[in-house]
């Protein structure tokens, strides 16, 4: 019994197998037939219409101005009496010039006190500029009898806040020693002027 039924079950087995493997090949052989090309629309050619392009150039003529029909009325010349001249009063005698001519320097070199012709500005220190330090320095000096400066010394020196400081210094002294003057002059001899005081002012451009 049970050997009749292995072979009934390799026989149905067997029977399915062929039967899946026919059933296979016919859907691909019906899929292979199918007609792939897809259905294309044509579309009618386009023609465009020969045009002729013209160019036309029009310049606006000015208009021809009228002829005068009568011509200008004549104008009569100006009548001019001629003037009563005496030819001896045209006689004019040459102006003469003298050697004898006298120029006043009473005023060039006379009395006067001293003047600035040239003041240097000092050159800013660096350490002050990083620093951002602004201040004040008053210096005192001799003018000498050439306009020169001499014996320039710091009489104060402070910061904006007040505080005294020494970083303007040494600018202030080699500004001061480039200084021009006009000397002062008594009884036409020029004369030295001591305790000159100038004031330096160094702020930081803004």
Excluded: C
């Amino acid at each position: 019994m049970k050997l009749a039924r292995v072979l009934i079950a390799v026989v149905l087995a067997v029977v399915i197998t062929f039967g899946l493997l026919y059933l296979m090949q016919y859907l691909i052989n019906s899929d292979l037939e199918a007609d792939d090309k897809p259905e294309t629309t044509r579309i009618e050619d386009i023609h465009m219409p020969e045009m002729e392009i013209e160019t036309r150039y029009e310049t606006a003529k000015p208009d021809k101005p009228e002829t005068p029909q009568e011509p200008p009325p004549d104008i009569p010349e100006p009548d001019f009496d001629a003037p009563d001249v005496n030819p001896d009063g045209l006689n004019m005698d040459t102006p003469t010039m003298g050697n004898d001519i006298q120029i006043s320097t009473s005023g060039l070199g006379g009395d006067g006190e001293y003047l600035p012709i040239v003041k240097v500005a000092p050159q800013y220190p660096r350490r002050a500029a990083q620093r951002g330090v602004e201040g004040f320095v008053t210096v005192e000096f001799t003018v000498t009898t050439t306009g020169a400066t001499r014996d320039v010394v710091v009489i104060e020196a402070i910061t904006k806040d007040g505080d005294e400081t020494s970083m303007f210094n040494r600018a202030a002294i080699r500004a001061a020693e480039k200084f021009k003057y006009k000397p002062r002059v008594v009884d036409g001899t020029p004369i030295e002027v001591p305790g000159v005081r100038n004031r330096f002012v160094f702020e930081l451009a803004q």
